[in-house]
Structure formats: C-alpha cells, structure tokens
C-alpha cells in the first residue's frame, strides 16, 4: 500500500493511508520507491534460477526484504507451508541502514557580520636557540642495571584484544509458491528431506537435497537422494559434504550408493534429467579445487554412483544481495533565503515558549 508520510518524530513517521487514516510506524517497517523496485528485481531473479529444496519452519516466520535482522519483513511462511531454497549467503550482522524519506533540515552558510574583516594570522615567534649543553644531552646514555618491572597480581589477567570483525549471520534466499522472495534466517529453515534419510545428517546442515529416481520394493517406489551437507558451521562455502542414497531391496532402509567429503562447494547445484524425465542423468556442481581457483564439475549417474566426466572454469556469478548506497538529501540555502523547518508533528521548545509570551 501507496501512504503519504507527514510527519517523523526520531525513526518513527506519521503516516496517512489512502482512506485518510492516520498514525506513527517504525522508519524500518516502510519501503521507499527504490526498494520496491529492488525487490521486484530480485523476484525476477529468483524466479529464473533452479530450486535446491523446499523447506518450511516450526512457527510463523518473517521474510525480510534484505539479509538484515532489522530489515523491512512483508510477508510470512506459516508452518503448513512450505518455500523453495534459492540460495545462502553470510551477512554482518550491522544495523540496518534505513532510507531518509524526509530531507534533512537545511544547512545556512554562516553570514559574516557587517563591519569586520578577516584578518591575517599574527607571525609565528622566533624558534628558542638550542641549550649550551646539547652535545652532551645527545651522548649516549652509560648502561646501567635495568630496573625489573613491578610486579603483576595473580589475580589480574591480561585483558584480551577487541575484535574489529562483527559476527556474522547465515542467510538464505526462499521463493514463496506465489512467487514472493526474500531472506531468512538459516536456523529457523528445516529442509523437507523424510526423516529416514535426514536422519544421517550427523549434525550437518542439509544445504540442497534432490530427488533423482526411484527404486521399487515390492510394489512401492522409494525415491533416491542427492544432497549436498555443511558440517563447519560458519564456513564460507555452501557445501563441504555430497551423497547419494539409494534405497535396500534386501535390508528395507536406506545406504550409500556415492559420498565425497572434503569439498568446498558452492550453489547452486544443478540437477539434469536423461530419457526418463523422473531419472537424474548427471548433476553439476562449482567448488574450489587443491590451488585456490573455481572449478565446475560434471557428473554422470550410473545406476545412481557418480563419477567426474567433466571439469571447466565456472561463468562468474554475481552475489544476491549488495549493500545499498543511501544517498542522504539535504537542502542548501542562500545567505538571503530563511530555512523552512520540516513539518515533524510537534511544535518546537521555541515555539512553544514564543506563543506564552504572546498570550
């Protein structure tokens, strides 16, 4: 909704509705034009790139417009809901740098008072001349026995050096099924992965997961798995971890048909279908390989075990979220013009007292 903003008070505006309603709200829950437009760009976006799982969460959960606790939230996931996972990425946790929807007061240039002239600095006085003894005062000193330092109680510790590095957040980008995209909390996602299967996750974080087959047990089709894990909490890659499970014919529970651990891996991980569309043919995935540099591998799927066909450099992909610019308006005057002062709903102290003395 369009409101019309008349008044600010600290961050809070007071704002009119379209019906003529009128009342304060927090500067943080508004979106400006350029922020709407930022984010029907990034639901574009997001529109385009592939799924790496749905998840859902415990409890009502916010999506706000940008990787920031404090950021604009304009819409929710309930828990009977559930949203695709787009992407994860790692944030400071810093305050959220709200716009300025109403300009700063203006800014006067100081007037110069009639009648004075800027004069000249006065001359700097003449340097003293050095003291008679200077030669000796520049000898070196004679070595004496060094004093040993007081000593220091058990009791004091050494004070430990701040951190200049603020803690970061786990972020992830989701897709609502109306097609709405923002960011949540990482820790407040559950990936809908069956709980046979989640249940090897051994305290790892499930980053995408995909359904790439099936096999039938008796009548009943049991589907095959591919995902791809986190176990470093904070790391700066997505994935360190992928496997396949493929479901026992014999012992009716899930195994490991390929694993490869130690990666440093990055999303998005996209899934290719073969000749049977519900069949997986091969995945491709982006990691950094034993010298430091990007890499894109290939994998084909053969009765669902992987093996590398191919390796290339990846396309340069952009980030999802860049820190805005704000750009604070202000207002300059001319030294003739009087500054107007910014409707804020209340009347100053000044005012205030003018208006006694006038009764």
Do not use: C
């Not at 992987?306 to 202000?330: D, G, H, L, N, S």
């Amino acid at each position: 909704d369009r409101i019309d903003i008349i008044g600010q008070r600290r961050r809070f505006y007071k704002i009119r509705t379209s019906n003529g309603a009128t009342g304060w709200v927090d500067g943080r829950q508004l979106l400006s034009t350029e922020d709407m437009d930022d984010l029907k760009t990034l639901a574009e976006r997001a529109a385009k790139a592939p799924s790496q799982g749905r998840a859902t969460a415990f409890e009502p959960l916010n999506v706000h417009s940008a990787p920031n606790r404090q950021a604009p939230s304009f819409f929710q996931i309930s828990p009977d809901a559930q949203a695709d996972v787009i992407a994860h990425e790692r944030h400071p946790r810093v305050p959220f740098d709200s716009p300025e929807f109403i300009p700063a007061p203006p800014i006067r240039p100081a007037r110069k008072k009639a009648g004075k002239q800027d004069l000249p600095p006065p001359p700097s006085p003449k340097a003293p001349a050095p003291p008679q003894n200077w030669v000796e005062l520049s000898a070196r000193p004679t070595p004496t026995q060094p004093v040993p330092p007081p000593a220091t109680p058990k009791s004091a510790a050494p004070a430990a050096a701040p951190s200049s590095d603020s803690p970061m957040d786990d972020w992830t980008l989701i897709r609502s099924a109306k097609g709405q995209t923002g960011w949540v909390l990482t820790r407040m996602l559950l990936m809908t992965i069956p709980d046979e299967v989640a249940q090897y996750a051994e305290r790892a974080r499930i980053s995408a997961y995909f359904n790439i087959g099936s096999i039938s047990d008796h009548g009943e089709n049991k589907p095959v798995w591919l995902w791809a894990t986190l176990s470093q909490a904070g790391a700066p890659n997505d994935f360190d971890n992928l496997r396949i499970f493929t479901w026992s014919t014999r012992r009716h529970h899930y195994e490991t048909s390929f694993i490869e651990r130690g990666l440093k891996g990055y999303l998005p991980l996209r899934v290719y279908s073969g000749s049977d569309p519900k069949t997986a043919a091969g995945f491709r995935v982006e990691i950094l390989d034993k010298n430091g540099t990007r890499m894109e591998r290939d994998y084909a799927l053969n009765n669902f075990r992987a093996r590398v066909i191919v390796r290339r450099e990846p396309q340069p992909a952009a980030r999802w979220y860049v820190a805005p610019v704000r750009k604070r308006p202000t207002i300059r005057l001319a030294e003739d013009d009087e500054p107007t002062e910014p409707d804020t709903g209340r009347k100053g102290l000044l005012d205030t007292i003018k208006d006694r003395l006038r009764r």
